[in-house]
Structures are given as structure tokens and as C-alpha cells.
């Protein structure tokens, strides 16, 4: 049951239709597994905090660098030098200390990633290296979890989520890493957080079951001139992942 505090802080967004209190408690009941916290999966986290997730298990490595804080909006500049999952945890207490958080000061790697899926009911995928989201994927398409993917390049993003078994999964998308990616790239923080708002409403959609999610299909958008596009994506019958 939500307190009257509760009831007070979300209750603008639970006048949504279709959300109302029932809505409000399967956020307040939700785990989501973040992978990467910076200039897109800060906003995931951010915009998931402030809308009452009850549980945000967040895996980022690293310390602030002076390079992270043009888009990286949960790390400050007194920090740099510090743990970045310190800075992530204290700031998104600071704006919802009901909120829990689950601080893991690495990455995704092959011998975290079984059990930190497991403890979610859901992903976002925020990690700039396929290594990483192969993995992510890999695991979500085994647990049977939702996995909302994002991605952006300079002032391109796109976005897309996998249900197991219902819709492609990410190695249908990319059956190889592309050869173009690299690890480092340009990019306004302005075009993370966008696509980071993106992914957090998608959460939220699954979550709560209003809306559509993007299954099947994947929205992408050039903020240079404002075109989107939304295309349908199959799944690949030979995906050697979710065929």
C-alpha cells in the first residue's frame, strides 16, 4: 500500500490513465537492472528514481573524469578522481532516498552478469560496448526478462525493446559488432539524455502495461533535423541467442 507521502509525491503522473494507485505499486515493487550509469543510463536512473521504482540495481565502473561531466549529470566535479557508482548512489539518494539502490562498482562481465539479471525483473541496456550488451542479452533472452536497448551516436540515437520469445533480440539486430563502433565517440549529452528519457518511459510502460512498448520495433531519430523513424524489425530464425 502506498503511505500518504507516497500518494502526495506521485500524485500527478498517477492521474495517468491506467496507472492511477494499482500502477503506482508495481513501480514501488520493481527491480531494474541499469548497465552503465553515465550520459544515458544517469538519465534512466534518474527519471526511474524520481517516477518511484522501488529497486534500481545500477553496474558501472570507474572514476569520475573530467570528460564524463559535459553529459554525465549524476557525476559532479568535486567528485572527480571518485568511484562514479559513489557519486551515482548519492545524488539519486538525494532525490529519492525511498528508492534502493544497489551500487556495483564494475561492469558487466561474464561472471556478474547471470546473477545480476536474475535479481531484476527488468534491463536497460545503456553499455557502449557490444561485449557488454551481447551479455545482457544473452541473459535476458535465457530468464525470459524484458531488455529495453539504447543507443546513440553524435546526434543519432535509436532504441528498441526485447521481449524473449516475442520480438528480436539484439544478436537478430547485430548478428556481428559492427566494425564502425568504438568505444569512445562524439556526442552531446543533450542526445543521451533524450534517448535516456526514452528508455525510462519504456520501463515505465512495462512495468505499469500502459501504452505499447517497442517491440518488434525500433525508433530511431537524427536530433541535427528532427527526422524519427520507426521500423519493424524480424527476429532472425537462425539467431544462434533466441531462435
Not at 87 to 99: A, F, G, K, T
Not at 111 to 118: G, H, I, P, Y
Not at 220 to 226: A, H, I, P, V
Amino acid at each position: 500500500m502506498l503511505t500518504d507521502r507516497q500518494k502526495a509525491i506521485y500524485e500527478w503522473q498517477m492521474w495517468v490513465p491506467d496507472v492511477g494507485e494499482a500502477g503506482q505499486e508495481k513501480l514501488s515493487e520493481a527491480t531494474v537492472l541499469i548497465s552503465r550509469c553515465g550520459g544515458l543510463g544517469g538519465l534512466v536512473a534518474y527519471e526511474l528514481a524520481a517516477a518511484g521504482v522501488g529497486k534500481l540495481i545500477i553496474a558501472h565502473a570507474g572514476n569520475v573524469k573530467l570528460s564524463d561531466l559535459h553529459r554525465q549529470l549524476l557525476m559532479t566535479r568535486d567528485w572527480v578522481g571518485k568511484p562514479r557508482i559513489e557519486s551515482i548512489q548519492r545524488r539519486l539518494n538525494e532525490l529519492n532516498p525511498d528508492v534502493t539502490i544497489q551500487a556495483v562498482p564494475e561492469n558487466i562481465h561474464d561472471d556478474n552478469v547471470a546473477e545480476l539479471v536474475s535479481q531484476a525483473d527488468l534491463i536497460v541496456d545503456c553499455a557502449p560496448l557490444f561485449e557488454e550488451r551481447y551479455l545482457m542479452n544473452r541473459e535476458a533472452v535465457r530468464q525470459g526478462k524484458p531488455m529495453v536497448e539504447c543507443a546513440m551516436y553524435e546526434l543519432q540515437f535509436q532504441i528498441t525493446t526485447i521481449l524473449p520469445g516475442m520480438s528480436p533480440c539484439l544478436a537478430c539486430l547485430y548478428p556481428e559488432t559492427p566494425e564502425h563502433w568504438k568505444r569512445q565517440f562524439p556526442v552531446f549529452g543533450a542526445v543521451s539524455g533524450t534517448v535516456g528519457c526514452l528508455g525510462a518511459m519504456e520501463a515505465i510502460k512495462l512495468i505499469t502495461g500502459i501504452g505499447e512498448p517497442l517491440s518488434g520495433k525500433l525508433f530511431s531519430m537524427d536530433l541535427r533535423n528532427m527526422q524519427s523513424l520507426t521500423t519493424q524489425i524480424q527476429r532472425n530464425p537462425n539467431c544462434p541467442i533466441c531462435s
